[in-house]
T-cell receptor, first 113, second 113 residues
């Protein structure tokens, strides 16, 4: 869905580096999510935000932080990247009035060496 | 919290045959169960969903059934076609986690000609 975008799409970094993944949406949705996808583990929730002032930890938040700069922007940071954070990261959005369907961004493939 | 288990992890079917993927959930308060399809290299996209007040829902060749007593739900794909090859994720949402989905581990479906 072209209305949810992620940058960068691919990133290779080294252990210990700080990295930021960015998500933007033009859907006007209040709710935004960050997921991590690993083979055989499905989609696991890292952080979610129900509005600009509301940020919550998901099931695997350790080692990650987020910032909701505006309704349309939600960034995920790895303060000190480690190899087991190598994964495919997805941002998603949903409408608070109808918080059912989640719309995913194209994903960011992150490799930590 | 909710826990969703999905089986099988891989499913190979011959074109034209039916495919069935099953998921079980742990939280009896869960009331919304979507299915997402992720084609190779693409983002997950919602294909069908069901709420706890109905037992079955159909959309052309796909259908979802829900058994609240047994706490399981299934995706049925009839007359499979090569474009049905993808990873399918089930998910559940509890009434106390509005907007938050718990995803299953995914099923890789391969449709062979």
């Amino acid at each position: 869905d072209a209305d949810v975008t992620q940058t960068p799409r691919n990133r290779i970094t080294k252990t210990g580096k700080r990295i930021m993944l960015e998500c933007s949406q033009t859907k006007g949705h209040d709710r935004m999510y960050w997921y991590r996808q690993d083979p055989g583990l499905g989609l696991r929730l890292i952080y979610y935000s129900f509005d600009v002032k509301d940020i919550n930890k998901g099931e695997i938040s350790d080692g990650y932080s987020v910032s909701r700069q505006a309704q349309a922007k939600f960034s995920l940071s790895l303060e000190s990247a480690i190899p087991n954070q190598t994964a495919l990261y997805f941002c998603a959005t949903s409408d608070a009035g109808r918080a059912d369907t989640q719309y995913f961004g194209p994903g960011t493939r992150l490799t930590v060496l | 919290g909710e826990n969703v288990e999905q089986h099988p992890s891989t499913l190979s079917v011959q074109e034209g045959d039916s495919a069935v993927i099953k998921c079980t959930y742990s939280d009896s308060a869960s009331n919304y169960f979507p299915w997402y399809k992720q084609e190779l290299g693409k983002r997950p996209q919602l294909i069908i969903d069901i709420r706890s007040n109905v037992g079955e829902k159909k959309d052309q060749r796909i259908a979802v059934t829900l058994n609240k007593t047994a706490k399981h739900f299934s995706l049925h794909i009839t007359e499979t076609q090569p474009e049905d090859s993808a990873v399918y994720f089930c998910a559940g949402r509890s009434t106390d986690s509005w907007g938050k989905l718990q995803f299953g581990a995914g099923t890789q479906v391969v449709v062979t000609p």
